[in-house]
């Protein structure tokens, strides 16, 4: 290839956001590797101080997404056009559906339907008697609830507002910062612009941190468990560089041979996933359980998006909501970007809808079927799961239940090689968004140097395993916190704008849809 070709496919990167990202990542991580289970104590401290002092700021964060996101798609607004008059989807209803939704849960769907459940179970919120029917009613309820509207609506400000600057406003450029430009104006051309790409990177990695912390030993526990062998770092090193190895592919492939190739595999593989354990499971207690867990939910999410407890101060919001909206906050920049990359063509309404309501029930599926077997082994056929979770970790208590599955021979390789697909599709796709947010300009011809994108699945395979070091819970659910904090105003910056934006395109008339703007040289 010459290099006169090379300079119109690749982008050139900008040296202050990929460099000053990458240190900054190294300076926080590093700690872990170097000093491993000693940060533990260092780590929870630091966990709850951010999540009991700001539960309030992140629950309102939330619910207000939910509200701007519907808005959106039904007021005004939502017959907008996310392209010029002539422009069409790039992608088939499915390829960009399973792209927006293996590129949005990762394989650590899987772990958190199965043992989010028992963990409500033990220790309910709303003052219920652990392992009571009160309880249990909550137990898929609020799984859906922490994987369904809200936290896919924190999505939405982003990825509207990205799509709108790429597609209407034709700028060539996949900076978070520059989407901020409607109401930052040339500020963000100076540091204030590359510090606010350097902070949407770090919330990035610490987001994959978070889901890297879970997937890993979860796959680890799987295979360790199949192969009969104990489940050692070693085992969980090999872990993750078979998933580097196939993230690193898919994203050096780009978005069109790698990573739709991927997600279009991976929805067939889980939707067969799902029909399996379904079909040979209790059917019809987990339909009847689903449909009162979606009335349970009906009917508490007010309460649920703003509960905090600060009377009897149990912890529940502070550990899981909180953790949560963080955790989707931290990956919101990465998340909007994909979506907008994928979404040419498409309306405002089009995009959120899918993006909130359809995501939210392929959401639900998972604890309808994982989460809805796991409690009725605790439940009705006296498994104490909790126990196994317990003494041995979440990993070895979903390959326990694993192991009671029909055909659990050809099921468990089969379920580690759909959480391999799961878990690189996710991957890759950070990967593919970090570079590119680490370019000067992405045109619409270009992607991100390959060698940037290979650099990034690797620092992201050790950061994983430095995460794995110091091990705990607190540590995974810190990775996504601390990162995540300065993603709301980011987030609250781009609705702004896209606010402005709108209002200046389109604030005159009542049913415009498409504006023309001119490519931008």
């Not at 990359?341 to 993006?355: A, C, F, L, Y």
Request: proline letters at 4%.
């Amino acid at each position: 290839m010459s290099q006169e070709k090379s300079k119109g496919i690749y982008a050139r990167i900008n040296p202050v956001v990929f460099w000053g990202s990458a240190i900054l990542c190294v300076l926080l991580y590093a700690p872990m590797l170097i000093y491993g289970t000693e940060l533990q104590p260092y780590v929870a401290t630091i966990l709850k101080a951010i999540t009991y002092r700001m539960d309030w700021l992140w629950l309102l964060f939330a619910l207000g997404c939910v509200i701007f996101s519907f808005w959106l798609a039904f007021g005004r607004y939502g017959n907008v056009k996310l392209g010029g008059t002539d422009d069409k989807p790039e992608f088939s209803d499915f390829s960009w559906f399973s792209m927006m939704f293996t590129g949005g849960v990762g394989a650590g769907l899987v772990y958190w339907s199965m043992a989010e459940p028992l963990y409500y179970l033990k220790f309910p919120p709303y003052w219920n008697e652990a392992f009571s029917g009160q309880a249990a009613q909550f137990a898929i309820a609020y799984g859906m609830f922490h994987w369904g509207l809200s936290a896919w609506a924190i999505f939405v400000p982003g990825a509207i507002a990205f799509a709108y600057m790429l597609y209407v406003r034709k700028k060539p450029y996949f900076s978070p910062s520059y989407a901020c430009r409607g109401v930052l104006g040339n500020r963000v051309d100076g540091w204030l612009g590359r510090a606010i790409d350097i902070f949407v990177v770090l919330g990035l990695v610490g987001g994959l941190g978070t889901t890297l912390g879970t997937c890993v030993p979860m796959m680890s526990a799987v295979a360790a468990g199949y192969l009969g062998i104990p489940d050692t770092m070693t085992v969980k090193v090999v872990t993750t560089l078979v998933i580097a190895a196939t993230f690193t592919y898919s994203a050096v492939s780009g978005i069109n041979s790698g990573i739709k190739k991927l997600s279009e595999l991976n929805s067939w593989l889980c939707m067969g996933l799902l029909a399996f354990v379904a079909l040979v499971g209790p059917t019809l207690f987990l339909l009847s359980f689903y449909v009162d867990s979606l009335g349970v939910l009906a009917t508490n999410f007010l309460r649920m998006s703003l509960y905090t407890d600060p009377i009897t101060k149990s912890g529940f919001p502070q550990d899981w909501t909180v953790f949560y909206w963080a955790w989707w906050a931290a990956w919101a920049m990465y998340f909007g970007l994909f979506v907008a990359r994928i979404s040419k063509g498409r309306t405002i309404k089009n995009v959120v809808i899918n993006m909130m309501v359809v995501t939210s029930i392929g959401c639900s599926l998972f604890f309808l079927v994982f989460g809805g077997y796991a409690v009725d082994l605790q439940l009705n056929q006296g498994v104490a799961l909790d126990m196994i979770m317990k003494d041995a970790g979440a990993g070895a208590m979903i390959s326990y239940v694993l192991h009671t599955l029909p055909l659990a021979v050809i099921v468990i390789p089969y379920f580690l090689f759909v959480m391999l697909i799961f878990q690189a599709t996710t991957i890759d796709t950070n990967a593919y968004i970090i570079s590119s947010i680490s370019c000067k300009e992405v045109k619409n011809d270009q992607e991100s140097p390959r060698w940037t994108r290979l650099f990034w699945c690797s620092l992201l395979a050790v950061i994983g395993i430095a995460i794995m070091e110091v091990g705990g819970l607190p540590v995974v659910q810190l990775s996504s916190v601390a990162t995540g904090v300065p993603i709301i105003f980011i987030i609250i910056m781009l609705s702004l704008s896209l606010l402005k934006w709108l209002k200046e395109d389109f604030g005159g008339e009542d049913k415009v849809q498409v504006v023309d703007y001119p490519e931008e040289d």
